[in-house]
């Protein structure tokens, strides 16, 4: 079992930056692929960015690269979205998940979700 504990959401404006942290506890913290996703009222959840188990495999959506750096820090069980140029398209919950298997993380695959947080990006 894993928890995972969403923290760094809040209104920001156009422009302007955020960064969320995703703290883990239970199983091995470095056995799991760790990957933000997001949801906005009436759309689907979508992967946002994905990193592997050793950090050497990152992805991004499209929406985000170059705006968006995920990272993690296997020695405090933590993850990371840093978040620039926010846009109010990027207004959503944000969802921290894990995911044991080999490979990159993907929404069918995922194994624990955090409880999300909003971000709310106003123009």
């Known amino acids: 079992q894993v928890q995972l504990v969403e923290s760094g959401g809040g209104l920001v404006q156009a422009g302007g930056s955020l960064r969320l942290s995703c703290a883990a506890s239970?199983?091995?913290?470095?056995?799991?692929?760790m990957g933000w996703f997001r949801q906005a009222p009436g759309k689907q959840r979508e992967l946002v960015a994905g990193?592997?188990?050793?950090?050497?495999?990152?992805n991004y959506a499209d929406s985000v690269k170059g705006r968006f750096t995920i990272s993690r820090d296997n020695a405090v069980n933590t993850v990371y979205l840093q978040m620039n140029s926010l846009k109010p398209e990027d207004t959503a919950v944000y969802y921290c998940?894990?995911?044991?298997?080999?490979?990159?993380?993907?929404?069918?695959?995922?194994?624990?979700w955090g409880q999300g947080t909003q971000v709310t990006v106003s123009s």
């Open positions: 998940a894990a995911d044991s298997r080999l490979g990159d993380i993907y929404l069918g695959g995922v194994d624990y």
């Open positions: 239970g199983r091995a913290f470095s056995t799991y692929a």
């Open positions: 990193i592997n188990r050793s950090g050497g495999s990152i």
